[in-house]
């Protein structure tokens, strides 16, 4: 079996998306099926062609103004000619043109989009251009033959805004490789951390947690980890309200130094107004770190009032400083329960055997 990968960025670049691709990626190829991934690079420094981890990956020239649509002609010129060397190409992420383009390019091959939707784009501008792009970006979904939806979540929402037959989609959450987590171990520290990993950007609702800060006891610091066009932002917002030193950014961290960040926090927090599944609450609460998420779209799947809590959305900054004050000292925090976490291994056998019925093989 012959399966290409299509995304609009991969690895080194790191991101909810990036990640899930990587490591279904390199599942399949240790199971012995031919995988590769199919990308782009807006910097165009990185190398066309080379393996990462037994994955073949190809990079292709592209235009992806302030971070996003990721344009790329000599992307789609490649599907058009190529996709019927596949017996699968599987396209990831809804908002970006690669998933479009394997649409256009559909021939021979079973197409599987897991779109990663959540309803809208990331501002104003964005979600105007939205409007336009839905007429291209239900023939995503029309020529798909599956749709992977990582919550029930995003299924309602695809069905809801494109009418798609309820039987061409099926939920597979985004996995952890739960054994990383394991062993890791909590540091003291003279200081109580509130965490936050992800892209920087508006929506995300980061400023709040820094607006709570001065509402907030002195030994609170928030540690922000990631990078986006929000940054500058957050860091002038941070100045402005005289907490600069209790706001603490950091980017391209290892994977030992992330996980690290988790298990060392006291408190895990992601406001965002819309997320389709919310990788990085999962990684916190198998860090046995308690979580405040929005109480809406994916994050409210999370809520249970044990480990993860909900607030509302828009947030209301009194109600925040006052769920961060009792989630914070609760004694119970390292104990975990109830969680809805799975294994890469889970999720990567669980697309074989759709790939399989697709391919009707028994």
């Known amino acids: 079996m012959k399966i290409a990968q299509v995304c609009h960025r991969y690895h080194p670049h ?11 990626s ?62 699968i190409v599987h396209a990831h992420n809804y908002h970006a043109f690669p998933a479009l383009y394997a649409a256009q390019a559909k021939n021979r091959n079973k197409l599987v989009v897991t779109s990663h ?22 023939s995503i979904f029309m020529e798909a033959d599956r749709i992977i939806c990582v919550s029930d979540y995003e299924k309602s ?12 989609i099926e939920v597979i959450p985004n996995g952890l490789n739960l054994q990383e987590f394991k062993d890791m171990e909590r540091r003291k520290k003279d200081y109580r951390a509130i965490l936050y990993v992800g892209r920087l950007e508006k ?27 929000y940054k500058k932002s957050l860091v002038k917002l941070a100045r402005n309200l005289r907490v600069e030193g209790r706001v603490r950014f950091f980017q391209d961290l290892s994977r030992n130094e992330l996980l690290q960040r988790y298990a060392d926090a006291d408190l895990f927090a992601l406001l965002s107004k819309h997320e389709a599944y919310g990788i990085s609450v999962a990684e916190a609460l198998a860090s046995k770190t308690p979580c405040i998420v929005a109480d809406t779209s994916a994050l409210k799947e999370w ?29 119970f925090r390292r104990s975990v329960s109830r969680l809805r976490l799975h294994d890469w291994d889970e999720v990567s056998e669980k697309l074989v055997d759709l790939y399989k019925l697709l391919l009707d093989i028994v």
Not at 117 to 138: A, D, E, M, S
Not at 157 to 168: G, S
Not at 207 to 228: C, S, T
């Open 14 to 24: 790191v991101g909810g998306i990036q990640i899930h691709v990587k490591e279904i």
């Open 26 to 87: 390199e599942r399949l190829v240790k199971r012995g099926f031919e995988a590769e991934v199919l990308t782009t690079d807006p910097s165009g420094k990185l190398p066309k062609e080379e393996i990462i981890s037994n994955v073949r990956v190809r990079r292709f020239k592209s235009w992806a103004p302030n971070e996003a649509f990721y344009f790329s002609e000599d992307l789609r010129r490649f599907l058009m000619n190529n996709s019927s060397d596949y017996d």
């Open 117 to 138: 939707y959540h309803g809208g784009g990331q501002t104003f501008f964005r979600n105007l251009l939205h409007i336009p792009y839905k007429f291209l970006g239900k």
């Open 157 to 168: 929402l695809i069905e809801n805004h494109f009418k798609i037959d309820k039987e061409k």
């Open 203 to 229: 929506y995300k609702n980061i400023q709040y947690l820094i607006k709570a800060l001065p509402k907030l006891d002195k030994d609170i610091i928030l540690e922000i980890v990631g990078k986006g066009p």
């Open 303 to 331: 809520v249970n009032n044990e480990n993860c809590f909900g607030i509302n959305n828009p947030v209301n900054l009194d109600e925040l400083v006052n769920i961060i004050n009792n989630v914070i000292t609760m004694r």
